[in-house]
């Protein structure tokens, strides 16, 4: 039988556990979260953008470098062996950086970083993305870690969880900042594009094999392969219809200066000649020893015809600009649309 005493003891005893617990959970949240006026995440920052010279961006897995050339708004990736970098892309960084704001002070313990991608990038199971904004001397304009993003629930402005270098607090601040990590990322991807329409003839080779001429037929809409034997016909026009726009949208997959790769006919090539006088000729060339990758490389040449159309004069420009003195690689589908095949095209007839 339960005595008053043993129950007033047993009551006393809940409270202070009781207490205990509500004490611990209250010292976890005062360290965890706390909301702050909105300030800047980099006090300063939006007036010394014009000093940086260099973008870091490392993750573990590797980094990129974006340069800058000059005194100009021109940039680089030098992982790219140089190959300029998308303006757009990088204004679009220091503009995020300089507009973050912090909302929400968030945890200093380091057991709880990974929880929201803000480990340090030396471990191997980090997911952090580390900014450094450097200035022409190498100095930290910038530098902080970048973890996990937080859409807003009612369509806003979104989040993301940051860690300043050399603080253990974290922070949740708002701004329309997307960290890229990836080359392709930061590079001018779409090497050329001719409309179909624009074809007066395209020819494409595969190795070992004879080329093939495609015609356009503006009357049906439609690529035609000139010179297509009476003994067969076409098997799908849809595949057909592929090879012939692949001009359209030439995009990259990687890029490198074109110095020590030599064009080898042996691997096929194309060409593409438009009905206002422009004509781009793509050559392949075989990956160095070592490469590592077995794709070709493309090259290219350009140029306007005399009497050509201003459109074409303005994009044998624009794609000579792009790719003289630099070699490209495609995806593995768009290398395969660019070296088809009589026998891959057709079929016998009946």
Same mark, same amino acid.
Do not use: C
């Given at each position: ?18 207490? /205990? ?9 005062? *360290? ?5 006026? /909105?300030? #800047?995440?980099? #006090? ?12 870091? +961006? ?17 940039? +680089? ?9 998308? %303006? ?16 929400? /002070? ?20 980090? %997911? ?7 200035? #022409? ?27 300043? &270098? ?14 890229? @990590? ?9 090497? &050329? ?68 790769? $030599? &064009? ?11 009905? *206002? ?27 306007? @015809?005399? *009497? $050509? ?7 044998? &420009?624009? +794609? ?19 070296? #088809? ?10």
């Amino acid at each position: 039988m339960l005595t008053r005493r043993f129950v007033l003891g047993l009551a006393v005893l809940t409270a202070v556990v009781s207490a /205990a617990a509500v004490a611990a959970q209250y010292q976890r949240w005062a *360290d965890t979260i706390r909301s702050v006026e /909105a300030r #800047p995440a980099f #006090p300063g920052i939006g007036e010394r953008l014009g000093e940086v010279a260099r973008v870091r +961006i490392a993750r573990a897995d590797g980094s990129l470098t974006v340069a800058r050339t000059g005194t100009g708004d021109g940039w +680089i990736v030098e992982e790219a062996g140089g190959y300029p970098a998308r %303006r757009a892309a990088v204004r679009e960084l220091l503009i995020g950086l300089s507009d973050l704001e912090t909302i929400e /002070a968030k945890t200093r313990d380091p057991a709880r970083y990974a929880k929201l991608h803000l480990s340090d990038i030396d471990r191997p199971d980090s %997911r952090a993305l580390r900014v450094v904004l450097e200035d #022409p001397n190498g100095g930290a304009v910038l530098d902080a870690l970048f973890g996990k993003r937080v859409p807003s629930l009612s369509g806003g402005t979104p989040s993301i969880y940051i860690r300043r &270098a050399g603080e253990a607090r974290t922070w949740l601040a708002r701004g329309e900042l997307e960290v890229r @990590a990836g080359r392709l990322d930061w590079l001018p991807i779409l090497v &050329a594009s001719i409309e179909r329409e624009r074809i007066a003839r395209a020819t494409l080779a595969a190795p070992g094999a004879a080329p093939v001429a495609l015609v356009w037929d503006e009357a049906r809409k439609r690529f035609e392969i000139e010179g297509l034997p009476e003994d067969r016909q076409v098997k799908s026009r849809y595949e057909l219809l592929r090879a012939g726009m692949v001009s359209e949208r030439l995009i990259l997959d990687d890029v490198r200066p074109a110095d020590g790769l $030599a &064009a080898d006919p042996a691997l096929g090539g194309a060409e593409w000649r438009t009905t *206002d006088g422009l004509a781009l000729a793509l050559s392949w060339a075989a990956p160095a020893e070592g490469d590592g990758d077995a794709r070709p490389w493309a090259l290219f040449a350009v140029e306007a @015809a005399a *009497d $050509a159309a201003e459109k074409a004069r303005k994009q044998a &420009a624009g +794609i000579a600009g792009r790719t003289e003195g630099w070699a490209f690689r495609f995806s593995e589908g768009t290398t395969k649309r660019l070296r #088809p095949t009589l026998e891959g095209l057709t079929r016998p007839k009946g």
